[in-house]
Protein backbone atom coordinates (compact mmCIF):
# COMPACT_ATOMS: atom_id res chain seq x y z
CA UNK A 1 0.00 0.00 0.00
CA UNK A 2 1.20 3.07 -1.03
CA UNK A 3 2.04 5.32 2.10
CA UNK A 4 -0.11 8.84 2.41
CA UNK A 5 2.96 10.86 3.36
CA UNK A 6 6.19 10.95 1.83
CA UNK A 7 9.79 12.35 2.68
CA UNK A 8 11.51 12.96 6.10
CA UNK A 9 8.71 14.07 8.60
CA UNK A 10 9.55 17.24 10.86
CA UNK A 11 8.16 17.66 14.41
CA UNK A 12 6.72 21.33 15.62
CA UNK A 13 6.78 22.32 19.12
CA UNK A 14 3.06 21.88 18.89
CA UNK A 15 3.05 18.27 18.21
CA UNK A 16 2.41 18.67 14.71
CA UNK A 17 4.51 17.27 12.18
CA UNK A 18 5.35 18.31 8.73
CA UNK A 19 6.75 16.58 6.03
CA UNK A 20 9.64 17.89 3.92
CA UNK A 21 9.56 16.39 0.24
CA UNK A 22 11.86 13.57 -0.75
CA UNK A 23 15.10 14.88 -1.71
CA UNK A 24 15.51 14.40 -5.79
CA UNK A 25 18.09 12.58 -7.10
CA UNK A 26 21.19 14.37 -8.66
CA UNK A 27 19.89 15.69 -12.45
CA UNK A 28 22.04 13.93 -15.47
CA UNK A 29 24.99 16.59 -16.86
CA UNK A 30 24.56 16.56 -20.58
CA UNK A 31 27.74 16.13 -22.46
CA UNK A 32 27.47 19.24 -24.92
CA UNK A 33 24.94 22.11 -23.26
CA UNK A 34 23.62 24.48 -26.09
CA UNK A 35 26.44 26.47 -26.80
CA UNK A 36 28.33 23.96 -27.76
CA UNK A 37 30.78 23.67 -25.06
CA UNK A 38 31.25 20.30 -22.78
CA UNK A 39 30.88 20.88 -18.89
CA UNK A 40 34.70 20.96 -18.10
CA UNK A 41 34.94 24.21 -21.20
CA UNK A 42 31.67 25.78 -19.76
CA UNK A 43 33.09 25.58 -16.03
CA UNK A 44 35.75 27.42 -17.25
CA UNK A 45 35.62 31.13 -17.77
CA UNK A 46 36.61 32.27 -21.56
CA UNK A 47 39.94 34.04 -20.90
CA UNK A 48 40.04 38.03 -22.27
CA UNK A 49 43.23 39.26 -24.72
CA UNK A 50 45.49 41.50 -23.27
CA UNK A 51 45.17 45.00 -23.05
CA UNK A 52 46.65 46.01 -26.70
CA UNK A 53 46.97 42.46 -27.63
CA UNK A 54 46.37 41.76 -31.34
CA UNK A 55 46.28 45.47 -32.05
CA UNK A 56 43.69 46.84 -29.46
CA UNK A 57 44.15 50.18 -28.16
CA UNK A 58 45.01 50.79 -24.54
CA UNK A 59 42.73 53.80 -23.66
CA UNK A 60 44.50 56.61 -21.69
CA UNK A 61 44.61 57.29 -18.54
CA UNK A 62 41.61 59.75 -17.56
CA UNK A 63 41.60 62.77 -15.52
CA UNK A 64 41.12 61.16 -11.68
CA UNK A 65 43.22 58.08 -11.98
CA UNK A 66 46.45 57.99 -9.99
CA UNK A 67 48.70 58.18 -13.13
CA UNK A 68 47.01 61.07 -15.06
CA UNK A 69 45.06 62.84 -12.04
CA UNK A 70 47.48 64.95 -10.25
CA UNK A 71 46.47 67.91 -11.20
CA UNK A 72 43.17 67.45 -9.81
CA UNK A 73 44.15 65.23 -6.61
CA UNK A 74 46.64 67.95 -4.99
CA UNK A 75 44.40 70.50 -3.96
CA UNK A 76 42.84 71.30 -0.79
CA UNK A 77 39.56 70.60 0.28
CA UNK A 78 38.86 74.13 0.97
CA UNK A 79 39.11 74.26 -3.19
CA UNK A 80 35.84 72.65 -3.42
CA UNK A 81 33.63 74.94 -0.57
CA UNK A 82 31.21 77.34 -2.48
CA UNK A 83 31.77 80.92 -2.57
CA UNK A 84 29.07 82.77 -1.23
CA UNK A 85 27.97 85.79 -2.33
CA UNK A 86 28.89 88.00 0.44
CA UNK A 87 32.57 86.87 0.32
CA UNK A 88 33.02 86.88 -3.59
CA UNK A 89 31.12 90.95 -3.50
CA UNK A 90 33.99 91.67 -0.68
CA UNK A 91 36.85 90.20 -2.21
CA UNK A 92 35.84 91.55 -5.96
CA UNK A 93 35.50 95.13 -3.84
CA UNK A 94 39.09 95.17 -2.40
CA UNK A 95 40.50 93.73 -6.18
CA UNK A 96 38.80 96.82 -7.46
CA UNK A 97 40.23 99.67 -5.54
CA UNK A 98 43.55 98.31 -6.16
CA UNK A 99 43.25 97.79 -9.51
CA UNK A 100 41.56 101.06 -10.61
CA UNK A 101 44.71 102.93 -8.38
CA UNK A 102 47.99 103.86 -9.97
CA UNK A 103 50.67 106.08 -9.17
CA UNK A 104 53.74 106.73 -11.75
CA UNK A 105 56.30 107.63 -8.75
CA UNK A 106 55.79 104.10 -7.90
CA UNK A 107 55.22 102.16 -10.69
CA UNK A 108 55.96 98.89 -9.50
CA UNK A 109 53.82 98.55 -6.86
CA UNK A 110 50.27 98.09 -8.12
CA UNK A 111 51.75 95.02 -9.95
CA UNK A 112 53.45 93.64 -7.17
CA UNK A 113 50.00 94.05 -4.92
CA UNK A 114 47.80 92.55 -7.89
CA UNK A 115 49.58 89.16 -8.03
CA UNK A 116 48.10 88.28 -5.01
CA UNK A 117 44.64 88.83 -6.07
CA UNK A 118 45.03 87.35 -9.53
CA UNK A 119 45.51 83.62 -10.77
CA UNK A 120 47.58 84.53 -13.51
CA UNK A 121 50.55 86.84 -12.09
CA UNK A 122 51.90 87.71 -15.64
CA UNK A 123 48.70 89.76 -15.94
CA UNK A 124 49.56 92.37 -13.19
CA UNK A 125 50.11 95.18 -15.99
CA UNK A 126 47.10 95.08 -17.17
CA UNK A 127 44.30 97.98 -17.04
CA UNK A 128 47.13 100.79 -16.83
CA UNK A 129 49.65 102.38 -19.73
CA UNK A 130 52.34 102.80 -16.44
CA UNK A 131 51.45 107.01 -17.04
CA UNK A 132 49.59 109.09 -14.55
CA UNK A 133 48.06 108.92 -10.98
CA UNK A 134 44.87 107.89 -9.95
CA UNK A 135 43.43 106.55 -6.54
CA UNK A 136 39.93 104.99 -6.33
CA UNK A 137 37.65 106.34 -3.10
CA UNK A 138 34.37 104.54 -3.00
CA UNK A 139 33.95 101.03 -4.43
CA UNK A 140 30.00 99.55 -4.53
CA UNK A 141 29.75 96.12 -5.12
CA UNK A 142 26.13 95.02 -6.73
CA UNK A 143 24.74 92.46 -8.91
CA UNK A 144 26.48 88.75 -9.10
CA UNK A 145 26.48 85.93 -11.69
CA UNK A 146 27.60 82.02 -11.11
CA UNK A 147 29.35 80.87 -14.64
CA UNK A 148 28.71 77.45 -15.72
CA UNK A 149 32.36 76.89 -14.80
CA UNK A 150 31.94 77.35 -11.10
CA UNK A 151 33.17 81.32 -10.90
CA UNK A 152 31.17 84.46 -9.60
CA UNK A 153 31.33 87.16 -11.64
CA UNK A 154 30.48 90.88 -9.20
CA UNK A 155 29.92 94.04 -11.00
CA UNK A 156 31.06 96.47 -9.05
CA UNK A 157 30.97 100.30 -9.71
CA UNK A 158 33.83 102.76 -8.07
CA UNK A 159 34.14 106.57 -8.09
CA UNK A 160 37.94 107.42 -8.55
CA UNK A 161 39.59 110.99 -8.54
CA UNK A 162 42.17 111.47 -11.36
CA UNK A 163 45.37 113.49 -10.11
CA UNK A 164 47.12 116.44 -12.54
CA UNK A 165 50.59 116.55 -12.39
CA UNK A 166 51.68 120.63 -11.04
CA UNK A 167 55.53 120.72 -12.16
CA UNK A 168 57.92 118.32 -14.16
CA UNK A 169 58.20 114.77 -13.10
CA UNK A 170 61.72 115.17 -11.60
CA UNK A 171 64.65 113.77 -13.24
CA UNK A 172 66.26 111.51 -10.08
CA UNK A 173 63.20 111.38 -7.61
CA UNK A 174 64.81 109.38 -5.61
CA UNK A 175 63.45 106.12 -3.59
CA UNK A 176 60.19 105.57 -2.36
CA UNK A 177 59.86 105.94 1.57
CA UNK A 178 60.46 103.23 3.74
CA UNK A 179 56.79 100.80 4.43
CA UNK A 180 54.89 102.05 6.98
CA UNK A 181 53.96 99.52 9.58
CA UNK A 182 50.88 98.04 8.51
CA UNK A 183 47.73 97.99 11.26
CA UNK A 184 47.26 94.62 13.59
CA UNK A 185 43.44 94.86 11.19
CA UNK A 186 45.49 94.70 7.92
CA UNK A 187 44.14 92.15 5.42
CA UNK A 188 46.98 92.92 2.93
CA UNK A 189 48.79 96.21 0.76
CA UNK A 190 46.87 98.34 -1.36
CA UNK A 191 48.29 100.17 -3.89
CA UNK A 192 46.25 103.09 -3.89
CA UNK A 193 48.13 106.40 -3.39
CA UNK A 194 47.96 108.46 -0.49
CA UNK A 195 45.08 111.79 -1.13
CA UNK A 196 47.79 114.41 -1.47
CA UNK A 197 51.51 114.30 -2.61
CA UNK A 198 53.66 116.40 -3.71
CA UNK A 199 53.81 117.95 -7.41
CA UNK A 200 50.12 116.51 -8.29
CA UNK A 201 46.76 118.14 -7.15
CA UNK A 202 42.71 115.77 -7.68
CA UNK A 203 41.31 116.59 -10.95
CA UNK A 204 37.78 115.46 -11.97
CA UNK A 205 36.05 112.33 -10.21
CA UNK A 206 34.33 109.94 -12.66
CA UNK A 207 32.72 106.39 -12.00
CA UNK A 208 34.01 103.25 -13.70
CA UNK A 209 32.77 99.37 -13.64
CA UNK A 210 34.58 96.30 -13.90
CA UNK A 211 33.34 92.65 -13.54
CA UNK A 212 35.99 90.68 -11.80
CA UNK A 213 35.18 86.55 -11.89
CA UNK A 214 35.99 85.04 -8.75
CA UNK A 215 37.05 81.28 -7.99
CA UNK A 216 39.03 79.47 -5.91
CA UNK A 217 42.57 77.81 -6.73
CA UNK A 218 44.02 74.93 -5.27
CA UNK A 219 44.47 75.79 -1.97
CA UNK A 220 40.92 77.39 -1.50
CA UNK A 221 41.80 81.04 -1.77
CA UNK A 222 40.03 83.44 -3.23
CA UNK A 223 41.60 84.60 -6.89
CA UNK A 224 40.95 87.07 -9.84
CA UNK A 225 40.79 84.53 -13.10
CA UNK A 226 40.72 87.35 -16.02
CA UNK A 227 42.43 85.26 -18.41
CA UNK A 228 45.55 85.73 -20.61
CA UNK A 229 46.15 89.02 -21.46
CA UNK A 230 44.83 90.42 -25.04
CA UNK A 231 46.26 90.42 -28.11
CA UNK A 232 46.14 93.57 -28.91
CA UNK A 233 47.17 93.07 -33.09
CA UNK A 234 43.39 91.23 -33.24
CA UNK A 235 40.60 93.93 -34.36
Request: aromatic residues 4%.
Amino acid sequence: MKPMQAGTPIGGVDGSRLWTPPAAGPWPVPDRPRNGRNAAHAATPPRLPAPGHLGEPVAPPTAGTASGGEGVLERSVAALEPIGDAEASAFAARFAADYLSWDEDDPSRRAQVLREYLADPATAALGWSGVGRQRAEVVLPGRTLRTPGGAVVVEVTARVVSYLRTCPHPVDAGPPAGPVEPPLSAVGPSCAPPPEAAGWRPGASHWARIAPPIRRDRTGRLVVDIGPAPDRGDG
